[in-house]
């Protein structure tokens, strides 16, 4: 059974910062490509970042790019996403998600086999 476990939400003024985490358990990820989404109310779920696990590519949405960055820790099969300089519009719950197939294309949602339950970032301006 493949779980992943965000963690690291919470609530946080404007220009602050987070650390989320997301901890993947069941498998190896090892060569596997991981990301962040998030969704607020009201809208769809988009794109955030993403890593490749093997080649550490990264690759960031253009709202987020220059103030979060994602890393792994492969010993710990664990993906993170530093988010500095919030702003209200970054308040969403963030998703981390795993893919099996190493080639997918990163920013689209499909291509991801697992999904985390979902952490809470709320930035109050």
Known sequence: Q???????????????SLRLSCAASGRTFSGYPMGWF??????????????RWSSASTYYADSVKGRFT???????NTVYLQM?????EDTAVYYCAAARNPTIVVLRAKDYDYWGQGTQVTVSS
């Open 38 to 51: 998030r969704q607020a109310p009201g809208k769809e779920r988009e794109f955030v970042a993403a890593i």
């Open 70 to 76: 994602i890393s792994r820790d492969n010993t710990k």
């Open 2 to 16: 493949v779980q992943l476990v965000e963690s690291g939400g919470g609530l946080v003024q404007a220009g602050g």
């Open 84 to 88: 500095n300089s919030l702003k209200p």
